[in-house]
């Protein structure tokens, strides 16, 4: 008995190491800025600016989770959700190539998300 109970936690503890960056909220992502651009609000009635987190940015992208979820400020009162998840845009066989045909073979595709 004590034994299946071992096995019981030794393997929800693995599901969690496994599936634990599965999923990421990147709400952090993005914060609301303090500044403005006056020609922006030429075109936009009450634009809500934003400031980019390059270390959590860069820390999201290395990582890789498979699904991304943040929220952002839409207006002063009301937010959105965005619920990404990472897709392949190429298959195994692509080559890229050079304009002159050269094969470019440390080429590192970037992580590519869509709506879910």
Same mark, same amino acid.
């Given at each position: ?23 990421? *909220?990147?709400?952090?992502? =993005?914060? %609301? ?13 009450? &634009? !809500?600016?934003? *400031?980019?987190?390059?270390? =959590?940015? %860069? ?13 952002? &400020? !839409? ?42």
């Amino acid at each position: 008995m004590l034994r299946k109970l071992l096995l019981i936690i030794l393997l929800l503890s693995l599901k969690v190491t496994i599936f634990g960056q599965i999923s990421k *909220d990147v709400s952090r992502i =993005f914060s %609301k800025s303090g500044s403005t651009n006056l020609r922006a609000v030429e075109f936009v009635s009450d &634009p !809500v600016f934003l *400031d980019l987190n390059a270390d =959590f940015l %860069k820390q999201t992208y290395e990582e890789a989770p498979y699904r991304i979820s943040m929220i952002l &400020p !839409v207006s002063e009162e009301e937010n959105i959700t965005l619920e990404l998840e990472r897709f392949h845009v190429m298959n195994e066989n692509f080559i890229l190539r050079t304009a002159s045909g050269d094969t470019i073979i440390d080429y590192k595709p970037g992580n590519v998300y869509k709506g879910k």
